[in-house]
Nanobody
């Protein structure tokens, strides 16, 4: 079992930046990849960015060039640097982990709120 705790959300003006963190604990040796998802009010949860523990990142088209996902293996922590934020980035951001490429994300954090004002 992997436990995930997000932090770093908040309120920012459009064009600003925020950095989110996700600390993993428990069976971290079982992690294949981690990702960030978000859910805006009235919308379904959507994928934002992912990072494979041994290397490799991937992003949703909507955030490419603005968001950067990175990791600190020693701290079992994943970060999401969000730049050039837009009001449509407003959502609850969730961190998730998956154990293998063939198994979907199954461990989730509690989420952190990001609000971008226009």
């Amino acid at each position: 079992q992997v436990q995930l705790v997000e932090s770093g959300g908040g309120l920012v003006q459009a064009g600003g930046s925020l950095s989110l963190s996700c600390a993993a604990s428990g069976r971290t040796s079982s992690i294949y990849a981690m990702g960030w998802f978000r859910q805006a009010p009235g919308k379904e949860r959507e994928f934002v960015a992912g990072i494979i523990w041994r290397g490799g990142t991937y992003y949703a088209d909507s955030v490419k060039g603005r968001f950067t996902i990175s990791r600190d293996n020693a701290k079992n922590t994943v970060y999401l640097q969000m730049n050039s934020l837009k009001p449509e980035d407003t959502a609850i951001y969730f961190c998730a982990a998956r154990p293998t490429p063939s198994i979907d994300f199954g461990s989730w954090g509690q989420g952190t709120h990001v609000t971008v004002s226009s």
